[in-house]
T-cell receptor, first 115, second 113 residues
Framework: DAEITQSPRHKITETGRQVTLACHQT?????MFWYRQDLGHGLRLIHY???????NKGEVSDGYSVSRSNTEDLPLTLESAASSQTSVYFC??????????????FGQGTRLTVV | TQLLEQSPQFLSIQEGENLTVYCNSS?????LQWYRQEPGEGPVLLVT?????EVKKLKRLTFQFGDARKDSSLHITAAQPGDTGLYLC?????????????FGKGTHLIIQP
């Protein structure tokens, strides 16, 4: 079965360190997304990609970057981790279906704590 | 920026009761999805509605898309403890494409046995 996996599931890092969260999908979807989920804010879009070599900023992109070198992977990098980036991060992939809408499939999340 | 407001934010009811959760916006969406999320897991898609006025049923869950495609509702009949979770609505922008879904903040639902 196709799936989307994130690693690690839990991460503790120190302020100022660079951190990379991995996302791998086997749906063969062109579209991939990174969200963060915080109490009181819901899911907020960080970055997204329409395909290989394409990346776009979302609502809360400051301090984050992504790269898309192949269809399956969209790693999320925190350039210099800050306490405000403590959150649960979700990766998702989707494919737009004509007259069927856009449906996203999510990974299980990465809980990141910046101390 | 398209916004989706969900209500109520929290809901705790007894097993067997009925409930309705609302998802409202001033923007038009090409489609709207409902997801359910359990603690420690990612959201899982329940249903997608595409056509204004569309009604879809999933066992005891009934989903409706507003005629103007700006709002949606989720009705649960005879709620069970297994329905407990965070219910999220998400809208896809008009014009198709791959832009990220806009999510509501969710409704935390607890069904007491």
């Amino acid at each position: 079965d196709a799936e989307i996996t994130q690693s690690p599931r839990h991460k503790i890092t120190e302020t100022g360190r660079q951190v990379t969260l991995a996302c791998h999908q086997t749906w063969n979807h062109n579209n991939m997304f990174w969200y963060r989920q915080d109490l009181g804010h819901g899911l907020r879009l960080i970055h997204y990609s329409y395909g290989v070599q394409d990346t776009n900023k979302g609502e809360v992109s400051d301090g984050y970057s992504v790269s898309r070198s192949n269809t399956e992977d969209l790693p999320l990098t925190l350039e210099s981790a800050a306490s405000s980036q403590t959150s649960v991060y979700f990766c998702a992939s989707s494919e737009y279906r004509d007259r069927g809408g856009t449906e996203a499939f999510f990974g299980q999340g990465t809980r990141l704590t910046v101390v | 920026t398209q916004l989706l407001e969900q209500s109520p934010q929290f809901l705790s009811i007894q097993e067997g009761e009925n409930l309705t959760v609302y998802c409202n916006s001033s923007s038009v969406f090409s489609s709207l999805q409902w997801y359910r999320q359990e603690p420690g897991e990612g959201p899982v898609l329940l249903v997608t509605v595409v056509t204004g006025g569309e009604v879809k049923k999933l066992k005891r869950l009934t989903f409706q898309f507003g005629d103007a495609r700006k709002d949606s509702s989720l009705h649960i009949t005879a709620a069970q403890p297994g329905d407990t979770g965070l219910y999220l609505c998400a809208g896809a922008p008009t014009g198709g494409g791959a832009d990220g879904l806009t999510f509501g903040k969710g409704t935390h639902l607890i069904i007491q046995p």
